[in-house]
């Protein structure tokens, strides 16, 4: 028999007959605060359990299925989820992690499609090649993560702290990064010809100063009011994106075409080779 005990008073929570929890049956089990730290459970089924506030903290859980499950103020600092499947079709048959600890934690290739992640801890965490296609993380603390070839596809990032992050060739398509703190991120690419794309995207107001954005596909993007003060932008695509009133003081325009950018009350008179179409008016 295997016992999971409450994190605090030590109760028995439940009783297993089972060896380990690798590979365990846990679908729809009861299990608030629960003490599952460095637990091994790899490839365990956890869909629709109730992990609301449970320590997971360095638990193994490469391969798990967690679809629907509630882990809402959970810890799972440290812990490993690679290739983890936690999306869903749906919202309502997604996981919800909102207010969770994740901090460190290796999300890697894990199915996070619709989850919920709003207000959590994400420093430092490892998004690469994770699916967060319309993830819901605003406000979420993504600072200093490896994110590459990461799909957040439609996710809303609104106020999310991004800084430091390494976005290297993602696909940030139609995402929603109003207000996000980007600043000195990476949406460039790791290979000579690759790219990082945020066609769509919505950045108003955001704060990409320093950002590395070099070859970044950002086609009506709508970057209003941001401050992309110092970014490298050299070599961008940005055919019908929008700069009104965005700060590029010190950006970087090398190579870029701004025929059909909305440029107006940007300040390019500060900007660092922009080639500036003789019909554009209103600059700054």
Do not use: W
């Not at 992990?51 to 499950?69: E, F, I, K, Q």
């Not at 990409?208 to 070099?214: E, N």
């Not at 909305?262 to 600059?283: C, D, H, R, V, W």
């Amino acid at each position: 028999m295997l016992d999971i005990r409450h994190k605090i008073t030590g109760a028995v929570l439940t009783s297993l007959d089972v060896q380990t929890l690798a590979k365990a049956d846990l679908r729809d089990m009861l299990l608030e605060d629960a003490d599952l730290s460095g637990a091994d459970l790899s490839g365990a089924m956890l869909n629709d359990a109730n992990l609301v506030n449970a320590d997971l903290s360095g638990a193994s859980l490469p391969g798990a299925s967690l679809a629907g499950a509630h882990l809402n103020g959970a810890d799972l600092n440290g812990a490993n989820l690679s290739g983890a499947k936690l999306g869903a079709e749906s919202k309502s048959a997604a996981a919800m992690l909102a207010d969770c600890n994740l901090e460190n934690c290796d999300l890697s290739r894990a199915d996070l499609r619709k989850v919920e992640l709003r207000n959590s801890n994400l420093k430092g965490a490892n998004l690469s090649r994770a699916d967060l296609r319309s993830a819901d993380l605003s406000g979420a603390d993504m600072s200093n993560c490896i994110a590459h070839n990461a799909l957040f596809i439609k996710a809303n990032l609104r106020e999310a702290n991004l800084s430091g992050t390494d976005f290297s060739d993602s696909h940030l398509n139609d995402a929603n990064m109003i207000k996000a703190n980007l600043s000195g991120a990476r949406l460039g690419s790791r290979h000579p010809e690759g790219f990082t794309v945020i066609n769509l995207a919505n950045l108003e107001g955001a704060d990409l100063s320093g950002a590395q954005m070099q070859n970044i596909s950002a086609e009506d993007t709508i970057l209003k009011h941001a401050n992309l003060s110092n970014a490298d932008l050299s070599r961008a695509v940005m055919g019908g994106a929008i700069l009104r009133s965005a700060n590029v003081a010190g950006a970087n325009f090398e190579g870029v075409e701004l025929a059909t950018v909305g440029m107006e009350f940007a300040n390019f008179s500060q900007a660092l080779n922009a080639k500036i179409p003789s019909y554009k008016t209103n600059l700054r």
